[in-house]
């Protein structure tokens, strides 16, 4: 803003010789009274200094949007000339490193974005990477990565909030009953006591437990000593007349049931309208081959399944076999348990991890 200072004997002679240097414009910025000095003051009167400014000049609509547009070429030059960031952060193992710069230079006409396509060469499924890299392009309204790294992140994002958006469609109301079912030797009643365990000792909140027989007797002894160990009760029937407290924590141990039992299947199936509604869990044991598992997901499909857990993680390093049950059975994992020591490595299927591990683990290694 161009300024001046105007000294006059009266406030009207100050504005007029502002207006006559400024212009109609100029806006009157401090206004004071200046008194003679010395022995002046007998004969000289007040005199008035006005300072005003005149406020530069508006530009009309188009002029504003012309130089908005030069600010943001000015700013993409900018940009552009910048060294641009690494493709990836630097927590990722050197392999991966490799596969996202490879990818990156690659134009493949498959239609899969590059991280996606790393993805599937660490054992996601042909089917689910198209799926992936749809549900990624679309994600947030599609913005487009400036590189791999980021292309990851936003490829994580949709998956992972995919996964809760499945979690959320399988939540039960209440407190039901837990219930892990799946084929012998699964780990199903080592899973229960590491989490009753947690729940009884970190949580501190009230459990019941009952050990029943299914289509086959129920052998588990051990679940009775771990429940003295603990001083929860281990019950060998269950009364659906009995009241149980709203806070108490209800577990149900059942014997597996081979794929391909299908008369196992449908008894099994009767029981556990006993305790409707329940959370029935399909335990797999990721040690075994992939076909294996989906083919037991088919399986026990007819059953009124809520989620997955998911055993002998120390014995898997490859990840993907989660994320491929997950996409092929609809169903979130719930937990994820590794070794026989109890309480051991016992812990949620929290999917930011999951996806986080994959890519650091020895998949990514």
Not at 6 to 21: G, H, N, Y
Not at 222 to 229: A, K, P, T
């Amino acid at each position: 803003m161009e300024t001046v200072k105007i000294t006059a004997a009266t406030a009207q002679e100050a504005l007029e010789e502002v207006r006559e240097k400024l212009g109609p414009e100029a806006v009157v910025l401090n206004v004071r009274q200046l008194s003679a000095n010395g022995v002046a003051k007998l004969w000289s009167k007040p005199r008035v200094e006005v300072q005003a400014g005149r406020p530069e000049a508006r530009p009309n609509e188009k002029e504003a949007l012309k130089q908005i547009a030069g600010k943001v070429e000015q700013l993409e030059r900018e940009l552009h000339a910048r060294p641009q960031p690494a493709a990836v952060g630097p927590n990722f193992p050197p392999k991966l490193l490799g596969m996202m710069r490879e990818a990156h230079r690659e134009k493949g006409g498959d239609g899969l974005s590059p991280s996606v396509k790393i993805l599937e060469g660490m054992g996601l499924l042909p089917s689910h990477s198209r799926w992936l890299s749809g549900i990624a392009r679309n994600h947030l309204g599609g913005t487009k990565p400036r590189n791999t790294g980021e292309e990851m992140g936003q490829v994580r994002d949709a998956l992972t909030d995919y996964c809760h958006d499945v979690a959320v469609r399988h939540e039960l109301p209440g407190n039901p009953a837990r219930i892990l079912v799946g084929t012998p030797g699964t780990g199903k009643t080592t899973t229960l006591c590491k989490w009753i365990t947690r729940e009884s000792l970190s949580g501190n909140q009230p459990v019941r437990v009952w050990r029943l027989d299914g289509p086959s007797p129920n052998t588990a002894e051990f679940l009775n000593v771990h429940g003295e160990l603990l001083q929860v009760p281990i019950e060998r029937t269950f009364d659906n007349a009995d009241k149980v407290p709203v806070d108490t924590l209800k577990f149900v141990d059942l014997p597996g049931v081979a794929a391909g039992d299908t008369a196992g299947l449908e008894e099994l199936g009767r029981q556990l309208r006993f305790f409707a509604p329940a959370q029935v869990l399909l335990t797999l044991n990721v040690a075994y081959d992939l076909g294996t598992l989906l083919s037991h997901a088919r399986f026990f499909s007819a059953l009124p399944l809520s989620g997955l857990v998911l055993t002998h993680m120390d014995e898997e390093p490859r990840l993907s076999k989660c994320w491929n049950l997950m996409l092929g059975t609809q169903l979130p994992v719930v937990h994820l348990s590794g070794g026989q020591n109890v309480p051991g490595d016992f812990r949620p299927g929290l999917p930011e991890q999951l996806f986080d591990d994959w890519l650091t683990g020895e998949e990514g290694a």
